[in-house]
């Protein structure tokens, strides 16, 4: 039985919140959050540090389960499967569709290949041999890593630059093909100049993928972003255009917050 | 598709019963020891009362008679020993290691620490009875006493004393390494010495920790048998002085379980015995463990 | 004058800890010197590699084999069985339930005090259940109770490696919709050397414990044939060895003392140095 090569069949659908409430251990940290998140579009989600904002996007992703003591309500639909209730089969499938580039770079202690391979594995996106070296390459290709890690490829993956490393993260993500792609504050770990080849990058990537950025570097945001989400203290404030937000803030808060009065 | 993934969230499913049933048994583990031993010993409790167990002197097996008074004074004061004489050597070691030392040091200390602990309990038995023992009985006893064989509450508490400093000076060490430089440097800049440093910041900041490890070291300490049956002499009596022999309670578990079976309510002692080791060790390191758990998420 | 008591205190502790560091390297000095000294004075080829001859407690002829063999059967058999049973329980530790669970603070808590209940208590305690399923004092016997006695020290020992790792590299696994029996092949995978370590200081600990295994695998002058066949094990040759009178039987348990002390040494030693893990005592 010869397996062809899967590829995902890719919906443009929003990532769209629902009255979504967050505590951990009584705490409220998210409070009713309601947003629309575009397909094939940057959207940044901004705000001052503590304000959930990563919280928030680990909801997205259900990260939020390896938390004790957490308790959420609302939804979170993806089409018509809602993130906050799925488990078992919908839950890892969901994972898959919506990945998370972490603000550290994490690389799995593995090799450069198998880093990029291991998601392709789990999910059984393609068998082992040609085909999942050809996959590999791709990905690779995908971040412009592939000219780097050239002849050393089964070397481990730590080895490589902070900067490569990042990209390689996204490499490893793109790799199960997923619709979304989460970035907790992606580039904060790096250099000015790996930061900007990562931003190129998503840029370059939102024709195929629907990315959420967080970001407390309001000029990355202003470069990039389509949408933009204001979070202060657990609570949406402010969405809209990247226009609309950076240049006609309705809210006083936000025109604080974009005049640096408090970050 | 569905279906491979639906086997992979199976097995997941499978593995996590599997490993929470391990986990739940573990907790029945230590229930089912208590109750076994309390079922065992209970001929005994059921015309005695604990308290008369206890402080009862007479130990004649085959008329009935189980005073545990001396087991228990041995137990007690081999452990006092035992515990006054580790305590100031492993603290000292341990500021040492971790405040004064230079490199060469404790590449020395460190594996000696190591060789302490990996030891085998007969092994100190093997060496307090062919250094301590005729140390002791030679040329230590004969300034004080008449006569002493050498295999005395003295003896036992020297050996347990070694055995237990591996566990105390990493205990301490561990503690002491985890108080913040800062605060050391911050004491250093308004001139005091590195022993008032010690004393004040390093030391005052790690005593909850440092009461624990001392609880568990008394825990350890109650409970080691070879090496101490070795050197303790056993006979069943109130020791006098540290020339004299005694007798724990691990060393008379360990001595007489080939004939308890022969002598009515001997087995019941016996048991006894072992949960009153039970019960002890399990209420110190309960304690102990709980405040270093406490200690160490402060960090 | 306040001034002066400041240095002499420092002086007077000084002192103190170089007693104090000296009394402990004399300590471990004079212990292997007598070990050592007394056991090349009495080793033979013969005694590790015979069987007793003509009654082991008296004649002093043959050697101590049985009680080397029993020994690495009892160890080797219960260092399977632990692994089966602490490691499931470790990784359910730290990959299956999640970080601060109450659960675990508890299991950790118990397998603390399991890790601090006396040997002597353990064999009790397998012997009053032996009585109650009649079972006789055996190999078998033996195997159980040192399996008993090493989980904890192998629970405790991997689960303190396994902390180490890194939680946000599970988060990534979790991320890409790996399963917890995916993540935890990464994880296992990458804590193997710990693992190992942890294993061959707590296979340490087991093969030199005496107390345990004296209720329950009774004596033999046979390597054992049957599960159901008692055993000797060196620990408790040595102890029975020097308390018989003729000095030529002591020497046997010299002899065994030092071979003891060498597989010991070089299994904790070994295990403490492959992962550089030094003095971690409380393991």
Known sequence: ?263 | MIHRNRRRVRRDKTSAIVMMVMVIASFAFVAAMAVGLYLKAQPLLSDHSIWQLLTAREWKPSQNEFGFLPFVMSTLLVTAIALLLALPLSFFTAVYLTEYARTWVKKLVYPALDILASLPSVIYGVWGTLLIVPLISKHIAPHFVEFSSGYTLLASGLVLCVMVLPLMVSLFVELFSAVPNQLREASTAMGATPWQTTRRVVVRSSIPGMIAAVVLAVSKAMGETIAVLMVCGNMPQIPHSVFDACYPLPALLANNYGEMLSVPRYEAALMFSALILFVVVLLFNLISRIILNRVKAKD | MKLKSKYVSEVLVRALMILSIVAVVAFVISILYIIFHKGIQSITWAMITQLPQGGFFISGEGGFLNAIVGSLYIVLAATVLGLLISVPIVVYLNIYLKKDSRLGYFCRLTFDVLYGIPSIVYGAFAFIIMIAVGMKPSLLAGIVVTTMLIIPIMVRSMDEVAREFPRRLLDVTYSMGATRWEAMRVVLRQIMPGLTTATLLSVGRAIGDTAAVMFTAGFSDFIPKTLGQQTATLPLSIFNLLTMPSAKVQEKAYAAALVLTIIVLIISLTGRYLSGRVSKNKI
């Open chain 1, 1 to 263: 039985m010869a397996m062809k090569e899967r590829t995902v069949k890719r919906t443009a659908q929003p990532l769209v919140v629902k009255n979504l409430n967050l505590s951990i251990g009584g705490t409220p940290i998210l409070k009713n959050i309601n947003l629309e998140l575009p397909a094939h579009k940057i959207t940044c989600i901004v705000g001052p540090s503590g304000c959930g904002k990563s919280t928030l996007l680990k909801t997205l992703n259900r990260l939020t389960d390896m938390t004790d003591d957490v308790h959420i309500e609302g939804s979170v639909l993806l089409g018509d499967q809602d993130i906050i209730k799925a488990s078992g089969v919908e839950l890892i499938e969901l994972r898959r569709r919506i990945g998370l580039v972490p603000q550290q770079p994490t690389p799995l202690p593995m090799s450069i290949y198998d880093n990029v391979a291991y998601g392709r594995r789990i999910h059984k996106l393609s068998r082992a041999g040609r085909q999942m070296h050809k996959s590999v390459l791709r990905y690779l290709n995908a971040v412009g890593l592939v000219t780097e890690v050239k002849g050393k490829l089964h070397s481990s993956a730590s080895r490589l630059s902070i900067g490569q490393q990042q990209r390689l993260c996204l490499a490893r993500s793109l790799a199960v093909e997923p619709e979304y792609i989460l970035a907790d504050e992606a580039t904060s770990a790096l250099d000015p100049i790996s930061s900007r080849t990562v931003e190129d990058l998503f840029v370059k990537l939102k024709e195929d993928y629907s990315i959420i950025m967080v970001t407390h570097t309001l000029s990355q945001a202003q470069r990039i972003a389509d949408y933009v989400v204001f979070i202060y203290m657990g609570e949406v404030v402010e969405t809209g255009t990247a226009d609309q937000v950076f240049n006609h803030p309705q809210h006083e808060l936000t025109q604080n917050y974009l005049k640096g009065i408090f970050s």
